[in-house]
């Protein structure tokens, strides 16, 4: 582009984007050496490097957390829920831009206006109606809770998506004899794949992230998702930052591997689907 | 033809029924159930709930004085946080779509806090301002960090928004990253040659070519601030006094702490009705603007 020319000036224009990146970084900087001191040491200077390397903060934390059991909980949770509402809101998309009619329509349209209402909105008696149908207090309960708050959004965006499929593969396939599931499952799902993969990211940031869902429906420590083992180990050991610190860390892990594996699909996803909706 | 629409109708039911009904019964019903608990009285353990009519909805507007704090300290979080974050967003996006040699680093990094959970991220940032802030003033004795962070209502409102927009920045400059780099280069390149200086090139070409996104971006930062909850219930709890309590919280508080279930409800029928009108607000207005430019 045209500042080539000023060499110089693209210089301080880059020191300045590394400044505000170093700034970024920092506090991952600050958790990191201190989740490796000892509790006096945060105490004395909570900026320095530690004095030696401890891992016991490490090991406590896992225990107390039941690190292992909350990971697993929480990769139940997120799959399970995005698998249901990739299928079911995938299916309903399909149908719904193929075989037009009034009902599918209005339908789509509900499905759009729920988009804009707030889950502070309707938590409250979403509580009671899922204790109505037995789905408190287990993983499949709060999986079946995602379906219908994800299907808004999935089929929103798979909506659109079908729309630039070609009919013309769905109607030799029809001419060949294939039924309408064979149709569905076997050639267009498939093709839905680009779109699905955005479905997939997107629902998986706010899934295995989501707090307050998790807080209202799941109750026993052995269904608590990462985000409620560590909000309760906050709540036992208040500013006990040594421990602290680490079940921090290990919150953050997976997720930033998952993002740095697959950092180019998920800021497509985010632009694609952004600008969609 | 009888057969065939059976047909049709059966496929219907197969291909729209299971999500149509789990999201009627998960969320239009619960939306629909909560208008009516909203005017009624209810604890949540009793049988039936008590019809007492617009109540609860007077209550909210003259005997709950936290409501109007939360809605106030809302309202200022997301008028100064949706500003300083598009601000930083599109100047980052700006710099970062010009050749510099660490563009995709300093990129990924920026972006990098908006996969993590908002529960993590209260958490960090309640440890640096009570700690790191407290060990940085000592030692360089600057006196931004010798403020008593978190501890009082301005310095709770500023941490507040200072983590958002340290949170969301990268998430926003991803989508005016991918509005710039699209923009046609010989428009930018003829501007050039024609003598137009920077400031000209930047209002004239890349503001009104960038006003989706800017739509987009606005949007969505409206719709993360006005129903923020986790980065503040882990980073201030709502305190000192409640004076950082969002009003997504003070719903929260009332339904799930006080067993205020009707009053909560008619706490979360205004919300309901307070975001769609700011949010549809700012579409047609920015709409209104993307045809002007």
Redesign the interface.
Known sequence: ????KYFPR?FV??M???V??LI??S?FY??VV?SLKPFGE??E????LPSTIRWDNFVKAWNTVSFPTVFLNSLLVTSFSIAG?VL??A??A???VR?PHK??GL?FV??VS?M???????????V???KM?GLLNSIPGIV??Y???G??LT?FLLHGFVKSIPKELEESAYIDGCS??QS?FQIVFPLMRTMVVTVIILQT?WI?????LPL?VLFDESIRT??LG??SF?GQYLNQ?DS??AT?IM??VP??I??LIL?NY??KG??AG??KS | MNNRRLRDIREDIFFIGPGFIIFTLIVLFSFVLGIYYSFTEWNGVNKEALWVGIDNYLQVFKGDEQAGVSAVFTLKFTLASVILANLLAFFLALALTLPLKNAKLMRTIIFLPNVIGGIILGFVWRFIFTNSFVSIGELTGIGFFELPWLGTPITGFWGSVIVFVWQRTGYLMMIYVAAIVSIDDTLLEAAYIDGASQLHMLTKIIIPLTVQAITVCVFLALSWTTKMFDVIFALTKGGPFGSTETFAMNIYYEAFQYNNYGLGSAKAILFFIVVGFISTAQVLITKKWEVEA
């Open positions: 582009m045209i500042t080539n693209l224009i880059e300045v984007v590394l505000i990146a970024y970084l506090p600050f958790v201190n945060i105490i200077n909570a900026a320095s509402m079911l809101g299916m309903a399909w149908r719904m075989r009902i599918s339908i509900l499905f729920a804009v209402i707030p889950f502070q909105s309707v938590m409250i008696p979403m009671k109606v899922a149908f079946v809770i379906f219908g708050f299907m808004p089929v309408t599931f569905f940031l295995w992230n989501d707090f307050l209202l990462i985000p560590i909000f906050f930052w602290a610190l921090l919150g953050m997720i930033i998952f993002f950092q998920i800021i985010i632009t952004s600008i």
